[in-house]
Antibody, heavy 125, light 107 residues
């Protein structure tokens, strides 16, 4: 079945850029229906959607993070990436990548059906 | 942006209890509402879509209802593996929001 795996530094200094990658295996990212997403969860808190990307490169971002976020895709490597710049301690979180899949029965309804295991990124000097 | 508000934030229950969690949207989202379960230290697991449709493999003790702005997730007979945090989620116009979560703890 589809598997997603996050990778990247676990420690980032304040004001620098957080960079993570998500590798997708046992399936192709070049689906004409699925999006690929980043979601984060600060320690002890709830889930926050960061943004989505389509295989063609079109993106949707959380308005609260939009000015600092870039999500990109490399279908040749079957992976997508997250860059979050000017990080602060508030960006410390477990970062998840996930597939955002459409319902076959409800047009416009999407859900996160496959998730990576998550990777903790700490922002600290 | 559409805000999602869950209640309660946490609850204590015993094995075998019936548990109901509520999720309210700040505007009408039809039945475009999904539910997830997250056990400690694990990634969220997709449970339900379109407010009431169970994902394949999810036990039938889970059920959902609602439309418009008010939704519920019900566990008919709580099992030990159900002690977890539950999140509702909507997507509208390409934007996604989650509820703040409801933690189901052992009484």
């Amino acid at each position: 079945q589809l598997q997603l795996q996050e990778s990247g530094p676990g420690l980032v200094k304040p004001s620098e850029t957080l960079s993570l990658s998500c590798s997708v295996s046992n399936g192709s990212m070049s689906s004409s229906t699925h999006y690929w997403a980043w979601i984060r969860q600060p320690p002890g808190k709830g889930l926050e959607w960061i943004g989505n990307i389509y295989y063609s490169g079109s993106t949707y971002y959380n308005p609260s993070l939009k000015s600092r976020v870039t999500i990109s895709v490399d279908t040749s490597k079957n992976q997508f990436s997250l860059r979050l710049n000017s990080v602060t301690a508030a960006d410390t979180a477990v970062y998840y990548c996930a597939r955002h899949a459409p319902s076959s029965q409800h047009r416009g309804l999407f859900y996160f059906d496959y998730w990576g295991q998550g990777t903790l990124v700490t922002v600290s000097s | 942006d559409i805000q999602m508000t869950q209640s309660p934030s946490s609850l204590s229950a015993s094995v075998g209890d019936r548990v109901t969690i509520t999720c309210r949207a700040s505007q009408n989202i039809g039945n475009y509402l999904n539910w997830y379960q997250q056990r400690p230290g694990k990634a969220p697991k997709f449970l339900m879509y379109a407010a009431s449709k169970l994902q394949s493999g999810v036990p039938s003790r889970f059920s959902g209802s609602g439309s418009g702005t008010d939704f519920t997730l019900t566990i008919s007979s709580l099992q030990p593996e159900d002690f977890a945090t539950y999140y509702c989620q909507q997507n509208h116009s390409g934007l996604v929001t989650f509820g703040q979560g409801t933690k189901v703890e052992i009484k």
